[in-house]
C-alpha cells in the first residue's frame, strides 16, 4: 500500500515563496498511470484542490492559483514538490498531497499524506 | 465549472439514517466522490464512481446521483461517523473541485 509524506518549512515569510515535497512510499510514482495533487486547507476551512501532475511532467492547475503555481515530479527520487509564490496570509493552510485518479469518469483521491501546516507570517 | 455545493451542517440521531447532499452542474456528467474527514486528520475516500467503496469502509455508507445532485447516505450512523464530509469531481476541463463540507453531528 502507497504511503505519502509531505515535508517542508512550516513558516514562510510573505511575499516569498513555499516549497513543499511529497515523498511517495511503497510504490512507483510511475507506476498505474495516476495524477499526483496537491490540496490545502486554511485554518478551519474547506478543502481546495491546487492542481496536479503526472509522471509524464505534464500538469493542471486550478486557475484560481495558477499564475503562482509550479508542480513538478522528480521520478528518480519517487516525489512530486510544489511551489507557490508571493504568498500572503491568506496561504496560510495544512498542505495534502494525493494520489489522484486518471481518466474521463475520475474516481477521486485514495491516498493522502497526513498534511503539512505552512504558516505565512513575518 | 467544478464548483459544488453542501449543507453546511446536517444533524442525525444514532442509528438512524442520513442524507448529505452535493449540487453541481459537473455532476450532471462525472460522479461525486465522498470523503470523511476527522479533526487533525487527512480525509479518507468513502465512496468513488456509482457507488463504490474501498476497501475497509462500511457498507453503512453509499452514493448516488440524480441530476445535477450526488448524494452520500449513511444509514445506521454510528458515533463515529461524527466528522467533515466533502463531494468532490470534475469539471469538463480536468479541474478538480470540492465542496465546502458538511459537518455531521451524531445525537
Known amino acids: 500500500q502507497e504511503q505519502l509524506q509531505e515535508s517542508g518549512p512550516g513558516l514562510v515569510k510573505p511575499s516569498q515563496t513555499l516549497s513543499l515535497t511529497c515523498t511517495v512510499s511503497?510504490?512507483?510514482?510511475?507506476?498505474?498511470?495516476?495524477?499526483w495533487s496537491w490540496i490545502r486547507q486554511p485554518p478551519g476551512k474547506g478543502l481546495e484542490w491546487i492542481g496536479y501532475?503526472?509522471?509524464?511532467?505534464?500538469?493542471y492547475y486550478n486557475p484560481s492559483l495558477k499564475s503562482r503555481v509550479t508542480i513538478s515530479i522528480d521520478t528518480s527520487e519517487n516525489q512530486f514538490s510544489l511551489k507557490l509564490s508571493s504568498v500572503t496570509a491568506a496561504d496560510t493552510a495544512v498542505y495534502f498531497c494525493?494520489?489522484?485518479?486518471?481518466?474521463?469518469?475520475?474516481?477521486?483521491?485514495?491516498?493522502w499524506g497526513q498534511g503539512t501546516t505552512v504558516t505565512v507570517s513575518s | 465549472s467544478s464548483e459544488l455545493t453542501q449543507d453546511p451542517a446536517v444533524s442525525v440521531a444514532l442509528g438512524q439514517t442520513v442524507r448529505i447532499t452535493c449540487q453541481g452542474d459537473s455532476l450532471r456528467t462525472y460522479y461525486a466522490n465522498w470523503y470523511q474527514q476527522k479533526p487533525g486528520q487527512a480525509p479518507i475516500l468513502l465512496i468513488y464512481?456509482?457507488?463504490k467503496r474501498p476497501s475497509g469502509i462500511p457498507d453503512r455508507f453509499s452514493g448516488s446521483r440524480s441530476g445535477n445532485a450526488a448524494s452520500l447516505t449513511i444509514t445506521g450512523a454510528q458515533a463515529e461517523d461524527e466528522a467533515d464530509y466533502y463531494c468532490?469531481?470534475?469539471?469538463?476541463?480536468?479541474?478538480?473541485?470540492f465542496g465546502g463540507g458538511t459537518k455531521l453531528t451524531v445525537l
Open positions: 468532490n469531481s470534475r469539471d469538463s476541463s480536468g479541474n478538480r473541485g
Open positions: 494525493a494520489r489522484d485518479s486518471p481518466g474521463y469518469y475520475y474516481y477521486g483521491m485514495d491516498v
Open positions: 511503497g510504490g512507483s510514482i510511475t507506476s498505474g498511470d495516476y495524477y
Open positions: 501532475i503526472h509522471y509524464s511532467g505534464s500538469t
Open positions: 464512481g456509482k457507488n
